[in-house]
């Protein structure tokens, strides 16, 4: 597979109601012709394997997100420009590149598992040199989440912000960036091990939910007022208990749910007017898009994020041997499918 006139790409076939999951296979695909005028062919080279993807391939029928038929996996990755159509000028054969799947792609069913992908020139974001192919591979899904929903909650500097699953990457670059926006965290988390760590990338408060009173010591750092907003990786009982740190009229905001496909919040929060709903990259602006496309790379660049952990990398025909591993090391980092 992927010689001539072939390439290769992994196939999710969308189960029927009752219909058994076959999970994914590696398939031969027409390589792509000629790009057409404003196109841009692109090889792709490194694919993190996310927690989403995973999901989407074992539960392909029951959350919906596709009609019936097949996909191909993968909401992110980094490629070479391959070719370019007729009118593009913004990039050219050879230039390192991240396709911008998540919106109109991978909706269509063409995710980043596979060998060749054709965009839109404006859906590539030209990658420098000094941002590694790793990096590069993992722009989009947890950097501009965490930028998102910084910018979502909107705190003034000086003020604190929340979040459960504080050591996830997610969580990391949540520290990293709000440190960098002077705005205090407080970051949950269950292993008094990595307290430290998280203090030295920029975490002001980690608090073990496991053994402290965090709603005690929450009310005491902000004297009374709470937190300006919440961002809830858990679900399940840590929603409520998020909702509780947050002052009158903020937000928490729910992106997982590690603990609980459910979220539990007080009616005594709902009286203070605390806001709780699910927030999601795919519902990004267009202009946010833009901010984040732009913004991203320069804070990559200026070592506000640093480089994101890799924990193995496997050739894309390995991706249930992949799928397995990012399984079993999620909390470490991800795990690539390159070549």
Known sequence: MGEGNFARAVRQKVCGAGEANQGPELVSVPRPGAAEPGSVVVRIIARPIHPFDRIIIKQSFSIGIFDKGEFVPGSEGFGIVEEVGEGVRRVKKGDRVVPIFLWNYFSAKQGSWQDFVTVSEKDVILMPHDISDEDAAQLIINPWTGYGLLKDINAPKGSYVLQNGAGSVLGRIIIKL?????????????????????????????????????????????????????????????TKLAAACVKSGGKVFTIGSLESSDSVI??????????HSFWSLTAASGDMQELMAKEIPELFQAKIIGSLPVVAKFPLEDYETAMEQAEKQARQGKVLLVG
Do not use: C, F, P, Y
């Open 266 to 275: 007080s009616v005594n929060d709902l009286a203070r007017k605390v806001s």
């Open 178 to 238: 709000a440190k960098h926006w002077g705005i205090k965290t407080i970051n949950l988390v269950r292993r008094d091990e990595i307290k430290e760590e998280l203090k030295s990338i920029g975490a002001d408060e980690v608090l073990n939910v496991t053994k402290e009173d965090v709603a005690a010591k929450v009310k005491e750092l902000t004297n009374g007022a709470g937190v300006e907003g919440a961002i809830d990786m858990v679900s399940g009982s840590q």
